[in-house]
């Protein structure tokens, strides 16, 4: 089984760049506002996304739900208790009921105050977000476990237009290769069980052999005790010409390192400090 495993991966080929970075993004390094720069403002609103852009990052990193009547909704974990005043599973509410929570009522700023509490934040949907800012890489982490999720997705990058203009991402492995049957043109990172194959293969020597589905690598420098970002596996992805994006990178000096190394984007909730490196403040 497994000699045949590695057979098949064994006549690689050096994938071509999606429309996303070949034509829309600038040149690597990339600077991704995570959660819209959730140290800064309360993470997935559109204030934070609106900051954000104003800033000048070149990707609004986001985290989808789906609500009770099917809209796709921009919030991170799957119920509303920490970020917002309310409790429940996010797609146990419709969207109107969602909304009538505060999506900043959590978050505190660096004194620990609530500086947005009231100020009417709320759950964005996506549909907003990629209208809203329509000149900017949007990546689209789908987080619930929802079969409806990937279809919807799909559905609204082609209603907005935004399929060359989004990367999609997910950490559930089925969600993503649904996403890619129904939109295989829109960029895509690679979902976990991915990571771990080319990690293996590359430790074995075999990582120029594979041709990756995923357009990107987004990973942490170390997954537990395990080291992710390494020289080999920065080469490997180069070599199959796949984008390497790391997060939660929030350090300066972990930042440059990681730029020095030849990361293609930082994920990170301080987008200022990154874009301060590379000379765009």
């Known amino acids: 089984m497994v000699s045949g495993y590695l057979v098949a991966w064994a006549f690689g ?40 852009y104003d800033l000048g990052v070149d990707v609004l990193e986001l985290d989808s739900q789906i609500t009770s009547d099917g809209v796709i909704v921009v919030i991170h974990d799957d119920t509303v208790d920490r970020t917002t005043d309310g409790s429940g599973r996010a797609d146990s509410f419709t969207l109107s009921e969602l909304q009538q929570l505060d999506a900043a009522a959590n978050w505190a700023g660096p004194d620990g105050d609530h500086p947005y509490r009231g100020e009417g934040l709320v759950v964005p949907t996506l549909r907003e977000v990629l209208e809203a800012f329509p000149d900017v890489g949007v990546n689209i982490d789908m987080k619930a476990d929802d079969p409806r999720l990937p279809e919807a997705t ?38 976990p069980d991915e990571v771990r194959d080319f990690l293996i293969l590359n430790l074995l020597g075999l990582g120029r052999a594979t041709r990756p589905a995923a357009d990107a690598f987004q990973v942490p420098v170390s997954q537990g005790s395990i080291p992710v970002i390494t020289r080999p596996f920065v080469r490997g992805l ?37 874009l301060a490196i590379l000379g765009r403040d």
Request: proline share 8%; with cysteine; aromatic share 6%.
């Open 13 to 52: 080929e050096r994938r071509p760049g999606p429309p996303y970075f070949t034509e829309f993004l600038p040149p690597a390094p990339h600077v991704h506002a995570h959660a819209g720069a959730d140290h800064l403002w309360p993470g997935n609103t559109m204030l934070a996304f609106r900051g954000s």
């Open 154 to 191: 799909c559905d609204l990058l082609g209603e907005t237009g935004r399929e060359r203009t989004v990367l999609v991402a997910s950490f559930i492995q089925r969600n993503l290769e649904e996403f890619r049957r129904l939109c295989p043109e829109v960029a895509t990172s690679a979902g």
């Open 238 to 274: 180069k070599e199959r010409n796949v984008q390497l994006d790391v997060w939660t990178i929030n350090d300066e000096a972990q930042m440059q390192a990681l730029l020095d190394l030849g990361a293609g984007g930082i994920i990170t909730d301080r987008p200022d400090l990154a």
